[in-house]
């Protein structure tokens, strides 16, 4: 009777997680949303996005999405006062893949600054039934798809993200 025998991985043979963590903050005054018009990023320049940015070690993404919203709009919040909303799987054709999450928090007595006017041309707050022309297609699809109640969605795209 022969027996499988039970096959030691390697950790050298195990492909490194290749996966970019990032946050969003949708930030709310009743049904406005606040969003940065992005220039000199080298990314979606020209387009309105959230406060946003990549996840850092030893970070968690509540308190990621906490330290870019108090970065890029001088709005202070804890990890605890964001409300998850949904998560996003950005599949490009070829480069890494993303997983964000997006998350909500009420900025209703906060006067948001651009403390990024390297990054951020402007900033402002819209109906988030009205959104901009030029809002990052997939920031306006995951959006869409809460307000429809789904929280997770793939977004796939041809363009090369990293």
């Given at each position: 009777m022969h027996t499988p025998r039970a096959t030691?991985?390697?950790?050298?043979?195990?492909?490194?997680?290749?996966?970019?963590?990032?946050?969003?903050?949708?930030?709310?005054r009743r049904d406005d949303v606040l969003l940065l018009l992005r220039s000199g990023t080298g990314y979606r320049d020209g387009e309105w996005g959230p406060p946003a940015g990549k996840v850092e070690p030893g970070e968690t993404?509540?308190?990621?999405?906490?330290?870019?919203?108090?970065?890029?709009?001088?709005?202070?919040?804890?990890?605890?006062?964001l409300r998850f909303l949904h998560v996003v799987e950005r599949v490009p054709l070829s480069g890494n893949h993303w997983?964000?999450?997006?998350?909500?928090?009420?900025?209703?007595?906060?006067?948001?600054v651009n403390r990024e006017p390297g990054l951020h041309g402007a900033l402002g707050f819209f109906p988030i039934s009205g959104l901009p022309d030029r809002t990052v297609d997939y920031v306006r699809h995951v959006i869409e798809a809460t307000r429809r109640?789904?929280?997770?969605?793939?977004?796939?795209?041809?363009?090369?993200?990293?």
């Open positions: 030691n991985h390697h950790p050298s043979t195990v492909p490194a997680p290749s996966a970019i963590r990032d946050v969003y903050v949708l930030a709310r993404y509540a308190e990621a999405a906490a330290r870019e919203l108090a970065e890029e709009t001088g709005i202070r919040v804890g990890p605890l006062d997983i964000g999450l997006f998350f909500e928090v009420d900025v209703a007595g906060a006067e948001p109640g789904e929280g997770h969605s793939t977004w796939r795209h041809l363009e090369v993200e990293d």
